[in-house]
């Protein structure tokens, strides 16, 4: 009988919908805050991100069933032992995070930041001319489930997408224009707005480097809610301060939380939300990580494919 | 020949739009600020929001183009001769409105407000749970050009719209159910975000008042960037502070410029932009008045139809 732990805040039908996928096995629930190694140690399946130093050496661990889309943690070397399947949850957060982006994204276009600041100051005060996303060209780095749910509602408001995206492939329809990351320096000097959703590894390490930002268009805005990783923070202030950009929103940081003596929260044309954008900010989020891990559960017990089985190699779906 | 006095920032394109469609008139431009009374009295035409106080009591004035959507001044007794015509410029607003609106809405959806101010305290902190369009129900009132492009963006995100009209009229395309002002009491219960669009009028004055907002549900958002007037300040502000609103922003207020010492400014829940959702702020909005403009006055010396005729009963259009 294989033991289950379950470490997500499920409610009452979300353990009957994972208890019926799982038919047979034995269901721990626990929180993170409050798991211990010991626990973690004796499970053949985990739902939910343990903590990778708990896991790291367990020698009972068959599948690891992340409740994130990233799985940069787990692919350090030593964490999951040789044979241990990881999926992740893609799929699930793609509302919730293109619509944080686009909030982001219009309140910078539309300079709301600004006016919060002047309203606590209670300062009635005109900041002049706004952009429009119906007349903006948009770039979109990473075109999973969250990068197209954001080119659509983008595309829906009137703006010109182009994706990138790291292989060849058909043009998505979310999306107006594709090309490959090999590309990304032609295109990035046409973009009013350029959103990243690229995950956190060793490819997309700082790919938002002094050089790229450089390439950008004067007044561009700059859209992180990917990982922190992607970008060098320094050569985001530097561009922020002495341009090119007009302005960015973060929702990651190359550090989290972002330390409180860091140079990023005085920058008054720099938005920053504290990595919220996904997990449990939007109810529905549990609902379709719970559905995700039911359908691969049952598929694990019948010994048939898993869903978003991640590759070691590139910390992408396979 | 007719003067016209135009008292828009024109560039060199626009004049020849303008001069184009009054051929034989005697063009004259000025800014709001520079026009003298005297410049303004010798008009026959007039294109562009004159000052009321400049306007009133001239013999010569017989047409009126505003640059506003809006009308309330030019309505009150005495500034305009029983033989002047007006004429607003609805139509030029309708996208540069409702993105503010929409960017506005999504703000207070994700807390952005909340967010943006422990940024300011460099705090990294999890507000809680959000909400998301696609699963709200919002209410527009006043279903002109711009209240209808609002609805569409809000439908695009999934939501479920109700529009509000004066009159019975077939359902648009925007709008999913459709109820006139006086069923207003009986769907308000059922919004998740209600926005308002209305004009200032006495119809339309202190339509939001404490018994309304008594009537709308628990943790509902307020948006208003039609006009201050249809907002009774007291009741918005005891709304945000006793319930039942969760949050409300607004780009227009009962008195503006909103003095310094309004007690609204520092209603953390509240966001307020200082009534720049139209105007100049996006370059386009001059494109569209002038069009409209350019074709009412050639309509005008032909005899023919205007665009845009404003019923001096109700500040709407006729």
Redesign the interface.
């Given at each position: 009988m294989k033991t289950v732990l379950v470490l997500l805040p499920v409610r009452e039908e979300h353990k009957q919908i994972l208890e019926q996928a799982g038919e047979g096995c034995c269901f721990v629930y626990e929180r993170f805050q409050t798991v211990t190694e010991e626990q973690v140690q004796q499970a053949q399946i985990i739902i939910g991100c343990a903590d990778p130093g708990q896991i790291h050496g367990s020698e009972k661990l068959e599948w690891l069933q992340l409740h994130s889309a990233g799985a940069d943690p787990y692919l350090v070397p030593g964490v999951l032992g040789p044979k241990t399947v990881l999926t992740n949850a893609t799929g699930a957060y793609g509302?919730?995070v293109s619509?944080?982006a686009?909030?982001?994204t219009?309140?910078m276009?539309?300079q709301?930041?600004l006016?919060?600041?002047?309203?606590?100051k209670?300062?009635?005060?005109?900041?002049?001319?706004?952009?429009?996303?119906?007349?903006s060209t948009v770039l979109v780095m990473g075109l999973g489930d969250i990068g197209l749910s954001y080119a659509r509602?983008m595309k829906?408001?009137g703006a010109t997408v182009i994706g990138v995206k790291r292989r060849p492939a058909v043009c998505p329809e979310e999306v107006d224009e594709l090309v490959t990351t090999e590309q990304l320096d032609e295109v990035l000097p046409r973009a009013d707005v350029v959103a990243s959703f690229l995950p956190g590894n060793g490819q997309t390490r700082h790919i938002f480097n002094a050089e790229r930002f450089g390439q950008m268009k004067p007044g561009a805005i700059f859209v992180n809610c990917g990982r922190g990783g992607a970008v060098d923070s320094e050569a985001l202030l530097k561009a922020l301060r002495d341009g090119p950009l007009a302005s960015a929103a973060v929702d990651v940081t190359e550090i989290?939380?972002?330390p409180?003596?860091?140079p990023l929260?005085?920058q008054e044309n720099l938005?920053?939300?504290?990595h919220?954008a996904g997990w449990?900010?939007?109810?529905?989020i549990l609902d379709r990580v719970v559905e995700i891990s039911a359908a691969n559960l049952r598929a694990y017990l019948q010994g048939g494919d898993l869903r978003n089985v991640v590759d070691f190699a590139t910390g992408y779906r396979k």
């Open positions: 509302k919730a619509e944080h686009l909030a982001l219009l309140m276009q539309k709301l930041y006016y919060r600041d002047n309203q606590r209670n300062r009635w005060h005109d900041e002049g001319k706004v952009s429009s996303p119906s007349s509602k829906d408001l989290e939380p972002l409180a003596d860091s929260w005085e938005m920053i939300t504290p919220v449990l900010h939007l109810p529905e």
